[in-house]
């Protein structure tokens, strides 16, 4: 082991504790594949930071032996509309616009030619999955893409997951598009989908919902590390900065929140954190971390392992993230 390795190990080592129990590992094996995954997020979303979710998929899948690229179509309509003629910015007051039949009448007009040349990009890298990340912003965007993907590759696989997902409803028209529907935490569902494509196995009904287990809790430590692939970092409003995650859930129970009920909570190792943030500031010189979690100090111990970390590590490294303060 390198010297500069051995020396982060030991700087971390101290914090290592033992994972949450009753909870699902989430195991990797990697062998050698033919099918070609391409992982889409389309408009509406944030632009500060790559894609986070994006990026641990593609770090599971490519563990495993599936070659995969990710297309940031979102923060390239968002930076190729500060440089058109759209009467309105669309990512910071015209939310409502992008659902409700809005797409179709206020926004296709003015990025049609340009999400034409984002869908030529996804058909000449050949894939033969495609999967699709929705948010309810997105969700009108992502039939669209799927539409018009399906025209050009009809015999592409398509699947879509994300929070607008949490719960499929009966009148979502998406089962009408999609072949696999993933429902919860999708770290497990996505090797699941891409092994039996491998295999030739194909759904005996369309869609073929995958849902997590209501009770069902994922070890979101010692995943492989994230994979942005190609992604340039220098697109986003924050170029030197990145987003991770310190926990899953919530450990209030809020009447009006409705977080609190997408995942039990869980803690995530503070030395894996810890190993992940100093990676990406190593090999991409990232010096911001976002920690996309409902709340970072759901575990106060681990929280102040994982601050006491950066400091020892001696790197410039700033960090942000929600708190519960009681």
């Known amino acids: 082991m390198a010297t500069r390795e051995q020396a982060m190990v030991n700087t971390v080592s101290g914090f290592s504790k033992k994972v949450n129990k009753k909870l699902t590992d989430?195991?990797?094996?990697?062998?050698?594949?033919?099918?070609?995954?391409?992982?889409v997020v389309s408009p509406m979303w944030s632009v500060h930071f790559p894609p986070y979710n994006l990026a641990r998929l593609a770090g599971i899948t490519k563990s495993a032996g599936y070659e995969t690229e990710i297309f940031d179509v979102n923060i390239e309509a968002y930076n190729f509309s500060q440089q058109s003629d759209m009467p309105y910015n669309l990512w910071t007051s015209g939310g409502w616009q992008w659902f409700g039949g809005g797409f179709y009448e206020k926004?296709?007009?003015?990025l049609k030619d340009f999400f034409e040349s984002k869908i030529e990009q996804i058909v000449s890298y050949n894939p033969?999955?495609?999967g699709l990340t929705e948010y309810s912003y997105s969700e009108e965007c992502n039939q669209y893409f799927a539409k018009r993907l399906k025209e050009r590759l009809p015999d592409v696989i398509f699947m879509v997951g994300g929070p607008n997902l949490q719960q499929v409803k009966e009148d979502y028209s998406g089962k009408l598009i999609y072949d696999y529907i993933v429902s919860g935490e999708g770290e497990n569902a996505i090797q699941a989908v891409m092994n039996k494509i491998e295999a030739g196995i194909i759904p005996?009904?369309?869609?073929?919902?995958i849902e997590q287990h209501a009770n069902e809790r994922l070890n979101?430590?010692?995943f492989p590390l994230p994979d942005y692939c190609n992604l340039d970092f220098?697109?986003?409003?924050?170029p030197n900065g990145?987003?991770?995650?310190?926990?899953?859930?919530?450990v209030a129970k809020c009447t009006?929140?409705?977080e609190t009920h997408f995942h039990k909570y869980r803690q995530r190792e503070s030395t894996d954190a810890l190993s992940e943030v100093i990676h990406f500031n190593e090999t991409r010189g990232t010096q911001i971390f976002y920690f996309l979690d409902s709340l970072v100090n759901g575990n106060l111990k681990a929280l102040k392992d994982f601050a006491q970390g950066i400091i020892e590590s001696g790197r410039e490294i700033k960090w942000l993230g929600y708190a519960r303060h009681d």
Do not use: M, Q
């Open 234 to 238: 220098n697109l986003y409003s924050v």
């Open 220 to 222: 979101i430590s010692n």
């Open 128 to 130: 033969d999955v495609i």
């Open 256 to 258: 009006f929140c409705s």
């Open 242 to 250: 990145a987003s991770s995650e310190f926990s899953r859930g919530c």
């Open 26 to 39: 989430v195991d990797v094996e990697y062998a050698t594949r033919k099918t070609r995954l391409a992982l």
């Open 204 to 209: 005996k009904s369309k869609p073929e919902i």
């Open 107 to 110: 926004i296709l007009p003015y």
